[in-house]
């Protein structure tokens, strides 16, 4: 009846937003232009700044993970900074005690230094196109990168303050652009080794109908099939489904999605 069929919507969108809650900056710099889940500025002299995620604030036993695609340019830093950052009034977060970052240009770790000079084993840079992913461990103090899916190593291994609520944040300068995506938390249990092979390994034994069928999104298959024939080829890329994919895949299905959806 129609109260089954009203539950049943219901327990879809709650599945969406499982799989593509998204994060967005919610404050920067002047310098900076935020849109949802994108943050970028122009090129120019003394151009440059910070943005902040407030929402996850991050603390506890939890991990937390997140990824971020270099749309434009590699000169940007993504890392953590306190919740109580004034990202407005203060340009670049790692440039004080409250932030920690991986400068994408040279790979370094930035911290409350002008610029970002810290080593660390397993460093590598990146380039345009790239996705860095940070693995944040709150009760550790730990902040782990990865770069296009392989584990890079652990940039910051002390000195992250226990307790305390971190945000995601990125510094961007020179015209970059970043986009961020909430990710699942990956496997770090062979050191170096891909997340995505690995999810794609654990996953192979169930068929995308059945794994669609189990998490409540049974009725949505032929909207993924029509929609994102890609993100149907594996339940590892089901999994790896974004908000960005959702919102995609609601405007050519021509479906009434609200916001939280």
């Known amino acids: 009846?129609?109260?089954?069929?009203?539950?049943?919507?219901?327990?879809?969108?709650?599945?969406?937003?499982?799989?593509?809650?998204?994060?967005?900056?919610?404050?920067?710099?002047?310098?900076?232009?935020?849109?949802?889940?994108?943050?970028?500025?122009?090129?120019?002299?003394?151009?440059?700044?910070?943005?902040?995620?407030?929402?996850?604030?991050?603390?506890g036993s939890d991990k937390f993970y997140a990824e971020f695609t270099l749309v434009k340019g590699v000169n940007c830093t993504v890392g953590v900074c306190r919740s109580d950052f004034d990202v407005e009034r203060t340009k670049l977060a790692c440039s004080t005690p409250d932030g920690w970052g991986y400068y994408a240009r040279m790979g370094s770790c930035h911290h409350n230094k002008p610029r970002a000079q810290g080593s660390w084993v397993g460093q590598k840079s990146s380039r345009e196109g790239d996705t860095i992913g940070l693995l944040l461990d709150p009760s550790r103090g730990t902040?782990?990168?990865?770069?296009?899916?392989?584990?890079?190593?652990?940039?910051?291994?002390?000195?992250?303050?226990?307790?305390?609520?971190?945000?995601?944040?990125?510094?961007?300068?020179?015209?970059?652009?970043?986009?961020?995506e909430k990710k699942p938390?990956?496997?770090?249990?062979?050191?170096?080794?891909?997340?995505?092979?690995?999810?794609?390994?654990?996953?192979?034994?169930?068929?995308?109908?059945?794994?669609l069928k189990r998490v409540g999104l049974d009725a949505w298959r032929t909207h993924f099939q029509t929609h994102l024939p890609a993100n149907v080829k594996s339940v590892a890329l089901v999994r790896a489904t974004t908000a960005a994919d959702l919102r995609r895949m609601g405007t050519k299905a021509n479906m009434r999605l609200d916001n939280q959806t």
């Not at 129609?2 to 049943?8: A, C, L, N, Q, V």
């Not at 949802?36 to 929402?55: H, L």
């Not at 997340?195 to 192979?204: A, D, H, L, N, P």
């Open 143 to 180: 902040l782990s990168v990865f770069l296009n899916g392989s584990k890079a190593g652990d940039m910051v291994r002390t000195g992250l303050p226990r307790g305390e609520s971190l945000c995601w944040m990125v510094q961007l300068c020179d015209g970059a652009e970043v986009r961020i």
């Open 1 to 59: 009846d129609y109260s089954e069929k009203s539950r049943r919507r219901e327990r879809s969108k709650r599945r969406l937003r499982q799989m593509g809650s998204a994060i967005k900056f919610t404050s920067c710099h002047p310098d900076v232009t935020i849109d949802g889940d994108t943050a970028s500025i122009k090129r120019g002299v003394r151009m440059e700044g910070s943005a902040m995620c407030k929402e996850p604030r991050m603390r």
């Open 185 to 211: 938390v990956p496997d770090t249990s062979s050191y170096g080794s891909s997340y995505s092979s690995r999810t794609s390994s654990s996953s192979s034994s169930e068929t995308v109908e059945a794994y």
